[in-house]
């Protein structure tokens, strides 16, 4: 068996948001899948996780010049194809890359578990 973790903002310069939270923060305006379909998605199936994002330092000196202020996280909803299913989670391919890092590229592996899930396409 595999020991796969979690992204973290030292080693992979992001980490995932976890949907559940927002959905209990949030309730009346984030839905996100109920706890049956995200425990139970299959390989091949594409789902939406939220990436908090550690931008690259030119994506940095681009929002300063565009007065976005000064830019220490980027949040990004991105899709992700799963490609494994775990005891306790999944394995995905990134199928987007984000705006603000060039580092995180398309195909990248991710492991995450059903809570990171908030959307999925049927």
Partial sequence: ??????????????????????????????????????????????????????????????????KMGIVKEFGERMWVKIVEVTEDGYVGTLANEPICNHKIKFGRKIYFEPRHVICTLD
């Fill in 1 to 66: 068996m595999k020991n796969y973790k979690l992204p973290s903002k030292v080693v992979d310069m992001f980490t995932l948001e976890d949907g559940e939270e927002q959905n209990k923060k949030y309730p009346d305006s984030f839905e996100i899948p109920d706890s049956y379909r995200r425990n139970t998605l299959k390989i091949g199936g594409d789902v939406k996780l939220m990436f908090n994002i550690t931008p690259t330092m030119e994506f940095k000196a681009m929002a300063k010049a565009t």
